[in-house]
């Protein structure tokens, strides 16, 4: 269908509303286009009209259950909308069709840390791990879970495996940072906060860390000069 691919070319090159013109007219020409639905679908979750990609993901979904482009985008924008119990249902059925998938079990493992089910979260971080060993991401966010369920000297391990596979993130010295100074070890904190500061020194969030870390350590005048 001309429509559809020239859709589909607008996507590519997010112009959006042009896409959504054309994927309209290729339903009214194949009101059963399952993949229109879908792509429509993105068309809007790119444009931020989140309710109306979910109605297209719908439509796709009633048209093919099994298309797992649609269910893989209806899970992501219910976890835009923090509607988390139902993009973690959506994963689930991504898994079963695809249950070597480190990415969709991490996807779900971050709809879990969103919706505060820490120790679920951990599970599939842990799962995701053991798929791809090599994803720096998966370390990292474990490590998020860890320090929310006060386990600091786990979170630091995590964050530093995370550093060894991207010691390009700032984030990742910074929240190493937090996690020894909730441990005490300030020097080492204020060591990563130094760190994280020459990789990004706009981040203001990682000034205000490393200032009362060094109040904590009585540095007063250092803590509040950041």
Known sequence: DAYYNRGNAHNDAKQYQLAIKDYDETLRRNPKLAEAYNNRGLAYYNLGQNDKAIQNYDEALKLNRQLADALYNRANAYFVQRQYDR?????????????????????????????????????????????????????????????????????VQDYSEAIKLDPKNAESYNNRANAYSLLGKYDQALKDYDEAVKLDPKNARIYANRGATRMRQGKNEDGQRD
């Open 87 to 155: 993009a973690i249902k959506d994963y689930d059925g991504l898994i079963k069709q695809n249950p070597k998938s480190a990415k969709l079990v991490k996807q779900r493992g971050l709809a879990f840390s969103a919706a505060a089910q820490f120790e679920r979260a951990i599970q599939d971080f842990n799962q995701a791990q053991k798929l791809n060993p090599k994803d720096p991401e998966v370390y990292y966010n474990r490590g998020l879970a860890y320090r929310r369920l006060g386990k600091h000297e786990e979170a």
